[in-house]
Structure formats: structure tokens, C-alpha cells
């Protein structure tokens, strides 16, 4: 995913606390991680990292996000935005393959679009007997020669930390909100 799957900014929630996000570049292409302990149920976390059509709705950057196909396990996804740093701005936009390994793994590749690469996963792992988890991004990314060698890793990750915080702010969101009222018989 493009979200997945940027610079940290403070956010009122516990995860800010623990997010962690490095960016190295090697040649072309740069080397995400982003990290952050996330206190919520299993359900809610997989449900919000695989809501395709709604990560617009929390994700900073990404303007649109569609389910196209699915097949199994197995889903294509149209993703378009932009990533930023300081005054430059550079629209993106993949198709990309997830396959989905419920409820402790995401991974995305590439199909086409104005990145020359994208790999990505998402693993969750539980922490302990506790209702913590850490949710882990790794990706490898090689943006299309537009935007200037110096500026990628940077620009990797102020972006990809921007839009980590958006999912665990959501995640935490909606680990909070009260239970729907059971239906009367």
C-alpha cells in the first residue's frame, strides 16, 4: 500500500509514545520501517488495516483507495495521493496485489504506477498476555526518477510516519468506541 503503505509530528495518542519510523536509502531505493505498540484487539486492528475503501478517511496523503478485485485471499487495490516535504509535492498513484494472511500479515507488490517499486508487510504480533500488539511495517519503495535522490529517504519517511500515526490514531479510535446496543428479541 502506499500507506502502509513521512516527518514525526506530535499526536495526542499512546502509540505517538512508541512510533517508530527509519528510512536508509541504498542506491535508488529506500528501506522503511515504522514500529508502534498499539492497544487494541486483534479484530479491530485487522479490520482497519484491510478497510480499503475508507483509508482516505484517516490516512494523510492518500485522496483515493479502492477495493478493485479479490480473489481469495488476495485483493487489488487502486491507490492515489501525494507525498510531501517542505515546499515539494509529489502526486503518486499504484495499483498494487495484497495478500492478506488474517489476522497477522499484509503484503503488498506493485502492479504499476508512477513508483518503479513497492514491496511492503505488515505483521502483527501480540505482546505478552495483553491486549498490546506491535504492528510493524517493513517496505522497500524506488520512486520514479522525478523526485531528486536527496530528497527520498526524507521524503519516505516523513510520509510513511504521517500515515503510520493516521492508522494507529484510527486503530485506537475505533478500540475505543462503545459497543452497538444489542437489538430487543
Same mark, same amino acid.
Given at each position: 500500500m502506499l500507506c502502509a503503505p513521512l516527518a514525526l509530528h506530535a499526536v495526542d495518542t499512546r502509540?505517538?509514545? @512508541? !512510533?517508530?519510523?527509519?528510512? @536508509?536509502?541504498? $542506491?535508488?531505493t529506500v528501506q522503511v520501517n515504522a514500529r508502534a505498540l498499539v492497544k487494541a484487539p486483534i479484530a479491530i486492528i485487522w479490520s482497519t488495516l @484491510? #478497510?480499503? #475503501?475508507h483509508l482516505?478517511?484517516?490516512i494523510p496523503g492518500l485522496e483515493k483507495s479502492r477495493l478493485v478485485e479479490r480473489h481469495g485471499n488476495r485483493a487489488t487495490i487502486?491507490?492515489? $495521493?501525494?507525498a510531501h516535504l517542505w515546499l515539494f509535492r509529489f502526486p503518486l498513484h499504484a495499483t498494487v496485489e495484497v495478500t492478506e494472511k488474517p489476522p497477522t500479515s499484509i503484503r503488498t507488490r506493485l502492479l504499476h504506477?508512477? !513508483?518503479?517499486? !513497492?514491496?511492503? @508487510?505488515?505483521?502483527?504480533?501480540?505482546i505478552a498476555d495483553s491486549e498490546t500488539y506491535l504492528l510493524h511495517w517493513s517496505g522497500t519503495i524506488e520512486p520514479e526518477a522525478n523526485i531528486p535522490t536527496f530528497l527520498a529517504a526524507p521524503l519516505m519517511r516523513k510520509n510513511i510516519a504521517e500515515q503510520f500515526q493516521g492508522m494507529i490514531k484510527e486503530i485506537e479510535r475505533r478500540a475505543n468506541l462503545p459497543p452497538l446496543p444489542t437489538p430487543p428479541p
Open positions: 502509540a505517538e509514545e @512508541t !512510533l517508530k519510523v527509519e528510512a @536508509t536509502r541504498y $542506491g535508488d @484491510t #478497510d480499503y #475503501d482516505p478517511d484517516f487502486e491507490q492515489s $495521493g501525494y504506477g508512477n !513508483l518503479k517499486r !513497492l514491496e511492503g @508487510t505488515y505483521d502483527i504480533k501480540k
